[in-house]
């Protein structure tokens, strides 16, 4: 199966590097380009790709607000690009819902694997600000203390559904949690879309988070 890549940059150099690196790999390719954010939300609903790959930083329409309109109109695999290390953007990114967030230096073969990682449902960051998040965005959540209310979290959701928010939290892709439960790939999806809906998380990086968070991983 083809990943479908829909590369958003307001820089074209930087969108015809991107669209090289993508093309020149087995199993991805670029089927649109974006320079700014409008033109992305009209691509990704005519096109439909699996993947959205998108500068945090453009004109008219940036990076995080784009996200948070292609969630509403569900498509929720956007792997955000950022030339800048900074904690202003990685939470803005996963607060709009982002499935990922990488540098503009990630190696090539690392962004191939995490638009793969991503296109089957997984979620990505980039080594340098994996710790800062964990340590972070976790104290953010301010997870329930006691099994009360750990209970009350839980609550709104079934006994399947506790068991993929526990896959979640252990890093598994929609293909791995219907492995690991016996499920189609479509219903392990659908369980994880119903999880973030009924917990009003925006993100499979939440999800996993708090997975951890209530010992579910």
């Given at each position: 199966?083809?990943?479908?890549?829909?590369?958003?940059?307001?820089?074209?150099?930087?969108?015809?590097?991107?669209?090289?690196?993508?093309?020149?790999?087995?199993?991805?390719?670029?089927?649109?380009?974006?320079?700014?954010g409008e033109?992305?939300?009209?691509?990704?609903?005519?096109?439909?790709?699996?993947?959205?790959?998108?500068?945090?930083?453009?004109?008219?329409?940036?990076?995080?607000?784009?996200?948070?309109?292609?969630?509403?109109?569900?498509?929720?695999?956007?792997?955000?690009?950022?030339?800048?290390?900074?904690?202003?953007?990685?939470?803005?990114?996963?607060?709009?819902?982002?499935?990922?967030?990488?540098?503009?230096?990630?190696?090539?073969?690392?962004?191939?694997?995490?638009?793969?990682?991503?296109?089957?449902?997984?979620?990505?960051?980039?080594?340098?600000?994996?710790?800062?998040?964990?340590?972070?965005?976790?104290?953010?959540?301010?997870?329930?203390?006691?099994?009360?209310?750990?209970?009350?979290v839980l609550?709104?959701?079934?006994?399947?559904?506790?068991?993929?928010?526990?896959?979640?939290?252990?890093g598994l892709?929609?293909?791995?949690?219907?492995?690991?439960?016996?499920?189609?790939?479509?219903?392990?999806?659908?369980?994880?879309?119903?999880?973030?809906?009924?917990?009003?998380?925006?993100?499979?990086?939440?999800?996993?988070?708090?997975?951890?968070?209530?010992?579910?991983?």
């Amino acid at each position: 199966m083809t990943v479908r890549v829909l590369v958003v940059d307001d820089h074209l150099p930087v969108r015809v590097g991107f669209s090289m690196i993508i093309n020149a790999a087995d199993g991805v390719e670029v089927v649109g380009e974006a320079g700014d954010g409008e033109q992305a939300l009209r691509l990704a609903q005519k096109l439909t790709p699996d993947v959205v790959l998108m500068d945090i930083r453009m004109p008219r329409l940036d990076g995080i607000a784009t996200t948070r309109r292609m969630c509403v109109l569900g498509v929720t695999n956007v792997l955000l690009t950022t030339a800048f290390d900074a904690d202003e953007y990685l939470f803005a990114a996963l607060r709009a819902g982002a499935a990922g967030f990488l540098l503009k230096d990630t190696d090539a073969d690392s962004l191939i694997r995490a638009l793969r990682s991503v296109a089957d449902g997984g979620g990505v960051l980039s080594p340098s600000v994996t710790r800062r998040l964990i340590t972070d965005y976790a104290a953010r959540m301010s997870p329930p203390e006691t099994r009360e209310q750990q209970a009350k979290v839980l609550e709104p959701l079934t006994a399947r559904e506790r068991e993929v928010l526990a896959c979640v939290g252990r890093g598994l892709s929609n293909r791995q949690i219907a492995t690991e439960l016996r499920l189609a790939e479509n219903t392990a999806k659908t369980h994880v879309s119903r999880v973030l809906a009924k917990l009003g998380l925006s993100s499979r990086v939440q999800a996993a988070i708090l997975a951890q968070e209530l010992d579910l991983a």
